[in-house]
């Protein structure tokens, strides 16, 4: 029969234009985030993280923001070039209940040139 | 300085058969997780160790997965007897426990298992 597979939401931007992904996290008790990025047969790659008492981290052409109040975290890609192109998951832990991580779902990045 | 090295990179085998996959982490990484990536149930944490010690294995399927890390260079994963739902690409991945590098994980090239 027809397997069924994850959604995955999409986002599609044009070369050169900023893109914001989106992520909700569930455990209201989690104090650390990260963001990967998958390319296509490539194991995830880490981009930028932070802790839960910052609302804001930058880095290089990519910026991370916290909102705790309604649990939600965004990825904010300057300058999105072609070799941004990959699926980017937002993963969270709790700091106190071990070193493992919870990753979402993902979401698909396109680039158009 | 090499990443995470998995082997093999492919596998196919038949329903029955028993799979084993190799992880070799990071050096001077204490802590390596096995996942299973699949299109239905997206990135999973199927058991991670800290200083070779397994901490939580509660992602394990079933009976049939089982792990050993038996020392800090090396870690197998092994299905036994394996079946068609367990194709996916099995990653594993590492990091620096006990410091504040902790849930920076290292992720491996990935294992793709067909299962037929």
């Known amino acids: 029969g027809e397997s069924v597979g994850l959604h995955l939401p999409t986002l599609s931007v044009q070369e050169g234009d900023n893109s914001i992904i989106n992520c909700a996290y569930s ?40 909102n705790k109040t309604v649990k939600h975290l965004s990825l904010q890609i300057a300058a999105t070039q072609p070799g941004d192109s990959a699926v980017y998951f937002c993963a969270e832990a709790f700091t106190g209940g071990g070193n493992k991580l919870t990753f979402g779902t993902g ?3 396109k680039v158009e040139l | 300085d090499a990443g995470v090295i998995q082997s093999p990179r492919h596998e196919v ?51 049939r997965f089982s792990a050993k890390m038996p020392n800090a260079s090396f870690s197998t994963l092994k299905i036994q007897p394996s079946e068609p739902r367990d194709s996916a690409v099995y990653f594993c991945a590492s990091s620096v426990y006990g410091t504040d590098s902790s849930y920076e994980q290292y992720f491996g090239p990935g294992t793709r298992l067909t299962v037929t």
């Open chain 1, 27 to 66: 455990n209201s008790a989690s104090d650390y985030f990260i963001w990967y990025k998958q390319e296509s047969g490539k194991g995830p790659q880490f981009i930028i993280d932070i802790r839960s008492n910052m609302d804001k981290r930058q880095g290089q052409r990519v910026t991370v923001l916290l």
């Open chain 1, 107 to 109: 979401t698909q990045l």
């Open chain 2, 13 to 63: 085998t038949e329903m029955g058969q028993e799979v084993t996959l190799r992880c070799k982490p990071i050096s001077g990484h204490n802590s390596l997780f096995w996942y299973r990536q699949t299109m239905m149930r997206g990135l999973e944490l199927l058991i991670y160790f800290n200083n070779n010690v397994p901490i939580d294995d509660s992602g394990m399927p079933e009976d």
